[in-house]
């Protein structure tokens, strides 16, 4: 009895040591780290400057001075010539770059029906979580008046420890996000800054303003002066802006102007406000009343008072790369500078963002500085959903199946000379396109459709779906192709079998610990008794 009490001890022993040995080296391949890494334990930063087209940069060639610090950093970067947002809208583009999907994926390219939910697929992965995950602090600075795109119910929140967010643009910075960073300079980070500065209607300080324009005769609002025409509109005329069941559940309040508007100042940056239509479509109504843009001097104006903002946002760029040099980071970070769209100024027809798929709306900067690595210029196509398999490179993480874009280490690295023929892009009322290097398709719900040959006009001028029918067709075939919904992606699953791999270790390791190791210390304690 007892030899079959030994054997059978002896082969549990066997046993369960080959199946920590297997599940070990399952774990080892399911594991989110890769054995080489560029820059291992890097920090990251990524910026996203919301509605920022790329020829109003000096670097992209703009004759005009808007960005003389982040033209200067570009000189020791990699800077992408040829980078298209995956969404006309702020939510459409800027998940595309945290998921690494496109957004007839990611499902966050509509406004939503309700802000208190969570909108983002539970089965998605940001690149946050990923990064928090394998050991950074991950930070979320940001400044948007546009409640319902960036509210971080939709998604944007999961996987940030640290949230610092304002809903003003008058009460914009980044200085919780740098002063976070000089607390924390000893941890590996990951912080995401976000701003819609440049968001329309256009208000930046006089003084910047008269870099941009001769004109004296200008009737400029400054952002707080909008504000309160805005608050004052809103008291006597409040249905523009809240639901009817909310002014009725809060007739006292609406029946007292004195003290709406005192809800009003205060509740600018609240999450309260996200219930509530924006108070943007306000402040435009305001501001476009000042502007004809029928009248060519108008439209200039209107350009200068957006490049006044985008050299502003140079500035508080500059605050960054200072602050990480001063405290001894600068070398030690990865550092992304990206817009998730740009901006129409009558190119087409319209004004702002979200309704066209044209170059001056999806061509937008995308700049990588990596320690250590040369600066370059590449011409290859590149999008939004490559940013976070090109992050995790970098640091060695292993990218999640559910990635959609490719890594642009390879061009970086100058192993290949591009990773993608195509670049897709998705407008309001399900517009599409995708575009070549020579060629660009886009249609619509509607069945209407355009052409053209980006080399011979890149303006986007002169619709050629009738003339090139052939051509046309095939890059139809392409962008169907590339709607048809990919299979298996669920990346929680993914993470779910690793951690998993790691409970069934961590069971029979302790099993082996509790049944053989400690029995065996016990035994020669008592035996030297």
């Known amino acids: 009895m007892k030899i079959h009490k030994l054997k059978f001890k002896n082969l549990f022993i066997i046993l369960t040591i080959l199946i920590i040995i297997t599940c070990s080296i399952c774990l080892l391949k399911k594991e989110n780290t890769l054995k080489k890494a560029i820059c291992k334990n890097c920090n990251i930063i990524l910026i996203d400057v919301d509605c920022l087209r790329l020829d109003h940069l000096g670097i992209y060639g703009y004759p ?32 595309s770059v945290h998921t690494s999907l496109y957004p007839y994926i990611h499902g966050i390219n509509e406004l939503p029906g309700n802000e208190g939910e ?68 000893y941890n590996k980070f990951f912080v995401s800054f976000y701003s819609s500065n440049l968001h329309g209607p256009y ?66 940056d ?54 990480l040099k001063q405290e001894g980071l600068f070398n030690k970070t990865i550092i992304i500078f990206y817009s998730d769209h740009g901006e129409e100024f009558g190119e087409h027809g319209l004004y702002g963002h979200g309704n066209h798929l044209y170059d001056e709306v999806i061509h937008t900067p995308l700049i990588i500085f990596v320690p250590g690595m040369e600066n370059k210029e590449i011409n290859a196509l590149t999008g939004g959903v490559d940013i976070m398999p090109t992050l995790l490179g970098l640091v060695g993480i292993k990218t999640p199946k559910q990635a ?72 139809r075939e392409k962008l169907e192709e590339h709607l048809k919904e990919p299979e298996n992606i669920d990346a929680k699953k993914e993470r779910l079998n690793i951690n998993t791999f790691k409970r069934i270790l961590i069971i029979l390791t302790f099993l082996l610990i509790v049944i053989v190791i400690l029995p065996k210390r016990y035994f020669k304690i008592k035996t030297e008794r």
């Not at 249609?443 to 051509?471: A, C, H, M, R």
């Open 270 to 323: 609240d999450d309260e406000l996200n219930q509530h239509t924006s108070f943007l479509n306000v402040a435009s109504q305001i501001f476009y009343k000042k502007i004809s843009t029928s009248n060519s001097e108008d439209v200039e104006l209107m350009k200068a008072l957006y490049d006044s903002l985008i050299y502003e946002e140079d500035q508080h760029f500059s605050s960054i790369i200072e602050t």
């Open 404 to 475: 959609q874009g490719k890594s642009l280490l390879p061009v970086m690295l100058g192993t290949k000379k591009s990773v993608r023929e195509y670049a897709h892009s998705e407008g309001l009322s399900s517009t599409f396109s995708i575009r070549s290097n020579e060629w660009k398709y886009i249609t619509n719900f509607k069945g209407n459709e355009e052409f053209y040959n980006l080399k011979q006009d890149p303006g986007e001028k002169e619709n050629l779906i009738s003339i090139k029918p052939g051509v046309a067709s095939e890059m």
């Open 64 to 95: 005009k001075n808007t960005t003389p610090y982040l033209d200067k950093f570009a000189e020791n970067s990699i800077v992408f010539k040829n980078f298209f947002s995956e969404g006309s809208m702020t939510r459409d583009g800027m998940m």
């Open 118 to 185: 969570e909108h983002l697929n539970p089965k998605f992965l940001t690149m946050s979580q990923i990064l928090n995950e394998s050991g950074y602090s991950t930070v979320f600075v940001g400044a948007s008046p546009e409640r319902v795109s960036v509210s971080l119910s939709l998604g944007f929140g999961r996987g940030f420890k640290h949230v610092f967010q304002s809903y003003s643009k008058q009460n914009f910075d980044w200085d919780n996000g740098l002063e976070w960073i000089k607390n924390n300079k």
């Open 203 to 268: 208000t930046p300080s006089k003084e910047n303003l008269y870099k941009f324009t001769n004109r004296t005769d200008i009737e400029m609002l400054s952002t707080n002066e909008l504000n309160s025409m805005v608050i004052e509109k809103i008291v006597n005329n409040p249905e523009i802006v809240f639901k009817d069941e909310f002014i009725k559940e809060n007739l006292e309040l609406f029946l007292n102007k004195k003290a709406l508007r005192k809800y009003l100042n205060i509740s600018w």
